[in-house]
């Protein structure tokens, strides 16, 4: 009772307005073979949503108390998190700069157009590795305190101790709801890349002690040398933030790279396949990026009987890397029926 009460107390902004639903795709279910419930992080009040937006709300929280008047963040074009933090930092009135990886592009498309619209500095670094794009972000820090800003930088993903956080709230909050429907939480399925998300909730099914499994799908590499290791430290420095002895281990960290594909932002095995089936069948939007490859491991899981039902599809978000023209064409030619029609 003193781990849920002092997890319960942990201080949060709302940025999403309401609490998102988890819904039943039936149609989808059918045609899988498999009971899949989605939970719907994908719908919120600020910036288009996503799971970031949770991590925020608790990070965010602590930078107004402590006198933040600059977010500076870090990630690529593709970034939903930067798109988050531009969103967030308009909400609450807050200057904002993203450091992103890639040559600035001759077209604003996808979350980077959004970042512009919502008042974000963008700065352009190249192609450069995540530990450079750190750098980066340290010398950006740098100079805007030179100039008097109260900076507050959040790391790749959001992804840390405190973050995560809202992902442990988030686990309790799917439980709940999923007990209300009279289900329980056989497995949970996401997309991962800087683990905020999967530490928050493998921590919190270890405070619940719950045999649900939690599988985080890797959608990027080389952002952490070790990456279960990263994650195991994300999830035990949450549960010392509220005063917890818990500990997980690494056996608690459940990952497969087996959707990365050729690479993060690059085609993998079944990815766009599972995006028509999702789209048809429920009128559901997951992008080739992030949340399309977390659909394509359930619909091969269960093709091959590996999944462990009821199925919670993490919805964490993304879908405006569709209409990206570097991945718009790609679906469009991927889909039988709409490669047939002449444009």
């Known amino acids: 009772m003193f781990v849920l009460n002092a997890l319960q107390d942990v201080k ?6 309401f609490t998102p639903p988890v819904q039943f795709l039936e149609r989808f279910s059918d045609a899988i073979g498999v009971e899949v419930w989605c939970k719907r992080d ?3 009040s600020v910036g288009l949503a996503g799971n970031k937006v949770r991590k925020l709300e608790v990070e965010l ?11 500076v963040a870090e990630g690529s074009r593709l970034s939903n998190a930067t798109r988050a933090v531009a969103a967030a930092s308009a909400a609450l009135g807050l200057e904002c700069t993203l450091i992103l990886s890639h ?5 604003p498309v996808g979350n980077l157009m959004l970042d512009g619209l919502l008042g974000a500095n963008l700065r352009f670094v190249g ?4 530990l450079e794009l750190s750098k980066h972000a340290e010398s950006v820090v740098a100079e805007l305190e030179y100039k008097g800003e109260r900076v507050y930088r959040l790391p790749i993903g959001c992804a840390s101790e405190r973050s995560c956080l809202g992902f442990a709230l988030a686990y309790a909050e799917v439980r709940e709801q999923m007990l209300a429907k009279g289900k329980s939480l056989g497995s949970i399925i996401h997309a991962s890349s800087s683990g905020g998300t999967h530490a928050g909730l493998a921590l919190g099914k270890k405070i619940f002690s719950d045999n649900t499994e939690i599988l985080g799908v890797v959608v990027a590499e080389n952002v952490y040398e070790d990456v279960a290791g990263t994650y195991l430290s994300y999830a035990n420095g949450a549960a010392k933030i509220i005063g917890t002895e818990i500990e997980l281990q690494r056996d608690d960290i459940n990952l497969t790279h087996d959707y990365l594909g050729e690479g993060y932002g690059l085609p993998s095995k079944g990815v766009y396949k599972a995006i028509d089936i999702l789209a048809s069948q429920e009128g559901l939007l997951v992008d080739p990026v992030y949340s399309g490859k977390a ?3 359930i619909v091969d899981l ?3 009987k590996e999944l462990k039902g009821p199925v919670v599809f993490w919805h964490t978000g993304g879908y405006h890397a569709l209409f990206d023209p570097r991945y718009a064409k790609k679906v469009w030619g991927a889909i039988d029926r709409l490669a047939s029609v002449q444009l």
């Open 295 to 297: 659909v394509a491991a």
């Open 61 to 71: 929280a602590h930078a107004l108390a402590i006198g933040a008047t600059h977010l």
């Open 302 to 304: 269960a093709s091959k």
């Open 12 to 17: 949060r902004l709302d940025l999403r307005g």
């Open 103 to 107: 040559e600035e592009p001759h077209e």
């Open 42 to 44: 994908d719908i919120g």
């Open 127 to 130: 192609d450069v590795s995540w």
